[in-house]
Structures are given as C-alpha cells and as structure tokens.
C-alpha cells in the first residue's frame, strides 16, 4: 500500500540511476567480442529457446523485446547472440550479476547516502553533496563543464534537442540568477554525470539517471531516456511530465489500485488526478492512499532515501510450469536441496563479507490440486528460525513443505515422503532468509570465546571472528532491495528488534561440534559456534543466567561466562524492552508450545517422522517470543520429543533451556489437558522460583515424551 509522506521544505536532491540492459551488459563485459552486436540474456529452457530476460539495445533497434523467447528474437534479429544465464544446481545463478551491481553500488555510494533498490538501480541522496558543491564551487563559477553533464536532458527546456542543446544545458546549469533549489538540482546533475563517468571507467558499464527533488521523480526521469543519460526534472517541468504521463506508469499504480482509477474514476493519466480533491480520493481510497493520489498528482513524494546497499532478504526460487510440476515429495525434496544450498552459499557469504546473520527461514510455493473445489486455495507460507548449514536449512526447509502442504490439502493423513502421487503439483517454489542484521559489536565476549580455541578455530575463521567484533551495531537499514531470482515477498525489518538473541536461538547448540565436521563452509561453522557462545553471553541479562550457562561444559571446553562489560548498555535496556513488548503483545493461546500440546493427541499430527530441530528451534523461537507472533509457525509434530532417551540428560537439558524462557507463557488451560501424572512438574515448571535447573534423569515428562517402546 502506497504511504503517503510530505515533503520536507528544504529542497532535497535525489537521483536514480539504473543500468542499461544490465545481463546484457555484464556478458558483453565477459566476452568482449560481443560488444556492439545485437544481443540479449536468455533463461535457459528447451522450450522455444528459452526466455530472454535482458535485451541488448542493439537489438532493441532489431525489434526485439524481452517478451519473446529465444527462437522468436532469432527470426527478428538472425544474427543475434543469445547469451544463458549461467545456471547451478539446476537452476539460474544470478551471482555474476549480483556481484556486478555491487561493483556499481560502490562508486554510486561515495558522494551521498546510497539505496540499492534492485540489483541494477540506486537512489542516491545528494543534498549534502550539491549543497557543499554550491558554497565552494558553483556551476558558474566552472570554465569548463563536463561534456557528459552537458548531454543532461533538462525536462522543460526550450529547444533541448537542438542543434545548440548543448550550449542551452550549459546555461541551465550555470545560471546564476535562478533560485537556490534549481542551482541545487545543477549540481546534482553534475555529481551524478561524474558518478556515472566514474561507474564506467572503474566497471565498463554504462548507466542512465534522473535527478529531481525526490524519489519519485527520479526514478520516473531515469527511463526517459536510456542508454548512458541523464534526465534533470526542475520544479517548473514536474507538472509537464506528469500530465501525460500515463497512470499504470507511476510505481505502485500498475496493480488494482491504477485499474480502479481507470474504470472507475476515468483517470488515465497523473495529470487526470488533478481533477479529485483530497476529500474527494480519501472518500474513494482511505485517507492514506487518497493523500498520496492527491500528491502524486503534484510531483509530492517524502520518501525518504534509505541508507542501505545490501538486501533485506535472500531468497531462491524456481518454477516448475505446466508438465514439469513437482508431483512427489522426493522431487520436491530434490529442489529444495538445491534451493538451500544455494541460499546457504549466499548467507554464508553475507556472513564473511557484511557480517550479518539472518534470522528466520521462509518456504512460499505455488500449488494446485487436480481434483478439488478449491483448486485456487493457496500454499501457505511457512516460517521458522533459520538455522545455518545446508543440511540443516534443507530438513528445516522440507519441515516447512510438509507442514504447508497439510494445510493446503487440509487434510490429516497426507503421504509427504517417498514418490507417491498424491494428487497435488507443486509450480513453483521458494525459500528466503529475512530478519537480517549484522552481528553485534560492543563485546568482544566472541573474541574471548574462540580466544584459545584453536581446534576450531582456522586462519580464515580467525579473520571472521574479528569481523565479528568490529561489526555495526545496528542494522544497516530498513527497506528491502528486492533479489530478482527471489519470489518471495519482502519481508520487513524492523530496527526495533535489532537483536541477535532471538536469532541465535534457533541455533542448536548440541550440533555445533558436529557441526564442524559436518559443514563444509568454515563461516556457517563459526557462526554457530559464535552465536551459541553469544548465546550464552547475553541470555544472563534476560533470564537467570545459570541456565543458559550452564551448557557451556558440554560440546565445549569449560570456561568463565560472564556478561561481558563491554556489552553495550543500552543494548540490554533495548533487549529488556523488546522482551517486555513481546510479553506483553504475545498471544497466548498461539504459543507454538501450546500447538505442540495440543498436537500431542490430535488425529491430525503427521505420522511422518519430522525432525526435531526445527520444532525445537521453532518451539525456542517461540517460546521466546522472537518471530512467533508474526510467524506462520510450523505445527510441532509429536515425534519431535519422542525419540528422546533417558540417557540422553543433555539434549533433555538443552531443550529445557528453550523452554525456560518462557515456560510461564503456557497457557495453564493447556497444562489441565495432560495427563495427571506431568501436569505437577509442569507446574514446577511454570512456576519460575520453584523451576528446576536440570531435568532430572527419571523425569516423568522425560518418559512422557518417550516413544512407548523406551517408556
Ligand atoms: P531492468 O532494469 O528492468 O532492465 P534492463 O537493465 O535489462 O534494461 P533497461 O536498460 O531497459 O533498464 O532489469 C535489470 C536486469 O534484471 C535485467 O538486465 C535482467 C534482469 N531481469 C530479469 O531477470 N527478469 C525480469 O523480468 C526483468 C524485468 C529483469
């Protein structure tokens, strides 16, 4: 939904800048021979050649477009070349690419507050650099412009496009008796022709841009005139560029909401929107969307510029169109495997060069049954901790089908393994990793950790631990930079729980020795040995402290844990509030332990043996209130705790660890539905003074929640 933001006063500079037929270019970069011919990126796939995703603009001018595939842009244009996207796993790799826009976002980033919008486009907030531009050297102060400034499109200008269009934008840029905002956006023009000079020289791409007094204005002026320009909207050309421009156009007006102004109001272009009073728009639309309608109409747009060059997800997907359709869970299986490889890789990699971790693991999938009523019912969505490690995210991840697919088939019994039919296809899938943040600094409690630690410890984690503690403390921002390969949705980031703790709880500390053998990749090793050690650190400012403290002497050498001094202050009180917040906002009756009660004697639990780490991490997460309430949580399956044995005190302890934390959420109406025989030491338990530290060997609950065979 469109949010409606005014404008600050001060006149503001913001540019947009976006590659040039970005694939294209990027494979003209690598096979230079390329350079100059018709040209264009195609997804690979048998089926009539694939689909082109970026058209060169050489071909461009053959008439082919992107909508084409591969053999239709070959009848157009005989001799282009068509060029694969490079593929891995099965599946597109878009790295190369990935890896190119930030090449660009680099050189963008260094005269103002950066956005990486997309993997191709910026915005760009250039105040403060056309203001310091103005007071030392201003335009008409220059002997000579730069000949790229100079091919600037000035919307508005008099005889822009001709023969002398050159002289005319050197005296638009240079006037000195304009207002100060106009003499403001000419030194944005400046900056960005620089900027875009500079991309090419260091990276060889070329890029287009639009400069204006806000976002939307920008980018709407960025892809007026393409390739390699720039086009300048000053405040008298904004009303001009909007009158005709066509309504479907305008970002977030290409969905519903730009039909409804069609059909139903006969608004085809902005400028038609000019004839609605604000009153009127908010009667129609709501007073949010009605306000921002009535200021689109008039160029207004407060967005704000976000410092943020890196993604707020990752994710990975693919589609499986018409026959291809995944009809077996093993199939699925297969892709999802590949899936979280590659998003593992990607995490991982996030992990060594930003230092940040994600937090929460998203399955989305498109599905339909063959013989149902509901055929267009959706597959849910399901969410847990995101644990590192690919094996881990690919158990994690099938969890999540599984328990989507009950849901979608709304049915109890449902065969989810093995390559029986079930009468559902699957078209689509996905996993993503949001609630991303950088690891915290302010304590160096991971450094003291690893400090001696050398059998864990190689050169290269070496270097990540110190990355650790240098890291920021707090997130580098709060929008998404949508991944094109990704089908999911953005989630949102909040800053408010700018906290490791929640995350770190979906790691399982049992594992982090096997971990190390069993991982391939040296970060996600680290990492889940650094965040059970921070783990250990912080928990002791929200809970008791033993607890958490005391599984230190099990998958690790023995050691003083203390909350370190160095732990930021503040970033406890915020920790604290959090947890309060969350207490407060928490719907009991949802609490995933209350599901895990409740499925406990359900007909509805899986006969499936499901992993029990991702209950535990997702019951952990729960119970500690981290993604829960938002958090489409994987139903708890029974056989989670099942497979315990009482020989196995440890990992009895470690889960009880979880539940500490919030034992005193359960709902006692939940309690009242057990068996006599363990509703009084759950009670101890709920009890917080009276609350064991250890489950003891001969726990009653223990041989609850044993399978019958051990009971
Ligand atoms: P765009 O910026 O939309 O297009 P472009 O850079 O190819 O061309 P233009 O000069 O017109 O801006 O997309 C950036 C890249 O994203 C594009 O090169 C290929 C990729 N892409 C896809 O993979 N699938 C898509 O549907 C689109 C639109 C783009």
Same mark, same amino acid.
Not at 83 to 97: E, F, H, I, N, W
Not at 253 to 281: A, H, I, P, R, Y
């Given at each position: 939904?469109?949010?409606?933001?005014?404008?600050?006063?001060?006149?503001?500079?913001?540019?947009?800048?976006?590659?040039?037929?970005?694939?294209?270019?990027?494979?003209?970069?690598?096979?230079?021979?390329?350079?100059?011919?018709?040209?264009?990126?195609?997804?690979?796939?048998?089926?009539?050649?694939?689909?082109?995703?970026?058209?060169?603009?050489?071909?461009?001018?053959?008439?082919?477009?992107?909508?084409?595939?591969?053999?239709?842009?070959?009848?157009?244009?005989?001799?282009?070349?068509?060029?694969?996207?490079?593929?891995?796993?099965?599946?597109?790799?878009?790295?190369?690419?990935?890896?190119?826009?930030?090449?660009?976002?680099?050189? @963008?980033?260094?005269?103002?507050?950066?956005?990486?919008?997309?993997?191709?486009?910026?915005?760009?907030?250039?105040?403060?650099?056309?203001?310091?531009?103005?007071?030392?050297?201003?335009?008409?102060?220059?002997?000579?412009?730069?000949?790229?400034?100079?091919?600037?499109?000035?919307?508005?200008?008099?005889?822009?496009?001709?023969?002398?269009?050159?002289?005319?934008?050197?005296?638009?840029?240079?006037?000195?008796?304009?207002?100060?905002?106009?003499?403001?956006?000419?030194?944005?023009?400046?900056?960005?022709?620089?900027?875009?000079?500079?991309?090419?020289?260091?990276?060889?791409?070329?890029?287009?841009?639009?400069?204006?007094?806000?976002?939307?204005?920008?980018?709407?002026?960025?892809?007026?005139?393409?390739?390699?320009?720039?086009?300048?909207?000053?405040?008298?050309?904004?009303?001009?560029?909007?009158?005709?421009?066509?309504?479907?156009?305008?970002?977030?007006?290409?969905?519903?909401?730009?039909?409804?102004?069609?059909?139903?109001?006969?608004?085809?272009?902005?400028?038609?929107?000019?004839?609605?009073?604000?009153?009127?728009?908010?009667? @129609?639309?709501?007073?949010?969307?009605?306000?921002?309608?009535?200021?689109?109409?008039?160029?207004?747009?407060?967005?704000?510029?976000?410092?943020?060059? @890196?993604?707020?997800?990752?994710?990975?997907?693919?589609?499986?169109?018409?026959?291809?359709?995944?009809?077996?869970?093993?199939?699925?299986?297969?892709?999802?495997?590949?899936?979280?490889?590659?998003?593992?890789?990607?995490?991982?990699?996030?992990?060594?060069?930003?230092?940040?971790?994600?937090?929460?693991?998203?399955?989305?999938?498109?599905?339909?049954?063959?013989?149902?009523?509901?055929?267009?019912?959706?597959?849910?969505?399901?969410?847990?901790?995101?644990?590192?490690?690919?094996?881990?995210?690919?158990?994690?991840?099938?969890?999540?089908?599984?328990?989507?697919?009950?849901?979608? @088939?709304?049915?109890?019994?449902?065969?989810?393994?093995?390559?029986?039919?079930?009468?559902?296809?699957?078209?689509?899938?996905?996993?993503?990793?949001?609630?991303?943040?950088?690891?915290?600094?302010?304590?160096?409690?991971?450094?003291?950790?690893?400090?001696?630690?050398?059998?864990?410890?190689?050169?290269?984690?070496?270097?990540?631990?110190?990355?650790?503690?240098?890291?920021?403390?707090?997130?580098?921002?709060?929008?998404?930079?949508?991944?094109?390969?990704?089908?999911?949705?953005?989630?949102?980031?909040?800053?408010?729980?700018?906290?490791?703790?929640?995350?770190?709880?979906?790691?399982?500390?049992?594992?982090?020795?096997?971990?190390?053998?069993?991982?391939?990749?040296?970060?996600?090793?680290?990492?889940?040995?650094?965040?059970?050690?921070?783990?250990?650190?912080?928990?002791?400012?929200?809970?008791?402290?033993?607890?958490?403290?005391?599984?230190?002497?099990?998958?690790?050498?023995?050691?003083?844990?203390?909350?370190?001094?160095?732990?930021?202050?503040?970033?406890?009180?915020?920790?604290?509030?959090?947890?309060?917040?969350?207490?407060?906002?928490?719907?009991?009756?949802?609490?995933?332990?209350?599901?895990?009660?409740?499925?406990?004697?359900?007909?509805?639990?899986?006969?499936?043996?499901?992993?029990?780490?991702?209950?535990?991490?997702?019951?952990?997460?729960?119970?500690?209130?981290?993604?829960?309430?938002?958090?489409?949580?994987?139903?708890?399956?029974?056989?989670?705790?099942?497979?315990?044995?009482?020989?196995?005190?440890?990992?009895?302890?470690?889960?009880?660890?979880?539940?500490?934390?919030?034992?005193?959420?359960?709902?006692?109406?939940?309690?009242?539905?057990?068996?006599?025989?363990?509703?009084?030491?759950?009670?101890?338990?709920?009890?917080?003074?009276?609350?064991?530290?250890?489950?003891?060997?001969?726990?009653?609950?223990?041989?609850?929640?044993?399978?019958?065979?051990?009971?």
């Amino acid at each position: 939904m469109p949010v409606a933001r005014p404008e600050s006063a001060d006149a503001r500079i913001i540019a947009h800048v976006d590659m040039d037929c970005f694939y294209v270019q990027v494979e003209q970069r690598r096979q230079p021979e390329l350079r100059g011919l018709p040209t264009a990126v195609v997804q690979y796939n048998e089926w009539k050649g694939g689909a082109l995703i970026a058209v060169g603009y050489e071909a461009r001018n053959f008439g082919v477009n992107r909508h084409m595939r591969g053999h239709e842009a070959k009848e157009t244009c005989p001799q282009i070349n068509l060029v694969q996207v490079p593929v891995a796993r099965g599946k597109a790799d878009l790295s190369t690419y990935r890896n190119a826009g930030s090449e660009v976002v680099s050189i @963008l980033s260094r005269k103002g507050r950066c956005e990486r919008a997309s993997i191709d486009e910026v915005y760009l907030d250039l105040t403060d650099a056309a203001k310091a531009m103005l007071a030392e050297t201003p335009p008409e102060s220059l002997e000579a412009v730069d000949e790229e400034a100079l091919k600037s499109h000035i919307l508005g200008l008099k005889n822009e496009n001709g023969s002398d269009s050159k002289a005319n934008v050197r005296e638009w840029l240079c006037k000195s008796d304009t207002d100060h905002r106009e003499k403001l956006l000419a030194c944005g023009a400046l900056i960005v022709s620089e900027l875009r000079m500079q991309v090419l020289k260091e990276t060889e791409f070329t890029c287009s841009a639009g400069v204006a007094h806000n976002k939307m204005l920008a980018k709407l002026a960025s892809a007026l005139n393409k390739p390699a320009q720039q086009t300048v909207v000053p405040f008298s050309s904004v009303k001009g560029l909007l009158e005709s421009l066509p309504v479907k156009k305008m970002k977030q007006l290409g969905g519903k909401l730009g039909t409804s102004l069609q059909n139903e109001l006969g608004v085809n272009t902005v400028g038609d929107l000019l004839n609605f009073s604000e009153d009127k728009l908010q009667e @129609l639309y709501g007073v949010n969307t009605g306000t921002w309608l009535w200021n689109i109409a008039r160029g207004i747009n407060g967005e704000e510029v976000q410092a943020r060059l @890196l993604p707020k997800s990752h994710g990975s997907g693919k589609s499986f169109p018409g026959p291809r359709a995944l009809k077996t869970a093993d199939s699925v299986k297969h892709w999802l495997n590949q899936l979280c490889e590659e998003l593992n890789e990607r995490l991982c990699s996030d992990l060594e060069q930003n230092k940040r971790i994600a937090r929460t693991l998203t399955l989305h999938a498109s599905a339909f049954k063959s013989s149902s009523s509901d055929s267009f019912k959706k597959f849910p969505s399901k969410s847990c901790p995101l644990r590192y490690g690919a094996v881990k995210m690919q158990e994690d991840a099938f969890n999540l089908f599984q328990a989507g697919l009950r849901e979608y @088939l709304g049915s109890c019994i449902v065969r989810t393994e093995g390559t029986h039919y079930n009468g559902w296809r699957i078209t689509a899938i996905s996993i993503s990793a949001s609630k991303i943040m950088p690891i915290l600094s302010g304590t160096c409690s991971i450094m003291k950790y690893f400090h001696g630690q050398d059998k864990y410890v190689s050169s290269s984690k070496k270097d990540e631990i110190n990355f650790i503690q240098d890291a920021p403390l707090s997130p580098s921002g709060s929008e998404n930079y949508s991944e094109l390969n990704s089908i999911e949705p953005q989630i949102e980031f909040s800053a408010e729980e700018a906290t490791i703790r929640d995350s770190v709880s979906g790691f399982n500390q049992q594992e982090v020795k096997t971990n190390t053998r069993k991982e391939q990749n040296s970060s996600c090793a680290i990492l889940n040995e650094a965040t059970d050690s921070f783990t250990r650190e912080t928990s002791p400012s929200l809970s008791s402290g033993t607890a958490s403290c005391s599984v230190l002497n099990r998958s690790m050498p023995p050691r003083e844990v203390h909350l370190d001094d160095s732990l930021d202050k503040s970033m406890i009180v915020n920790l604290k509030q959090q947890e309060q917040k969350r207490n407060a906002s928490k719907d009991k009756g949802k609490s995933s332990i209350l599901n895990f009660f409740k499925s406990r004697n359900t007909p509805c639990s899986p006969c499936t043996q499901e992993h029990d780490e991702t209950i535990q991490n997702a019951k952990a997460s729960s119970s500690l209130g981290g993604c829960g309430a938002e958090l489409n949580q994987v139903e708890l399956p029974k056989e989670s705790f099942f497979e315990e044995s009482t020989t196995n005190i440890e990992q009895n302890q470690q889960r009880r660890e979880a539940w500490n934390y919030r034992i005193e959420d359960i709902d006692p109406s939940v309690i009242d539905e057990l068996p006599p025989e363990i509703q009084n030491e759950i009670r101890a338990w709920v009890r917080p003074n009276k609350r064991p530290n250890l489950v003891k060997p001969g726990s009653i609950i223990t041989h609850y929640f044993l399978p019958s065979k051990n009971r």
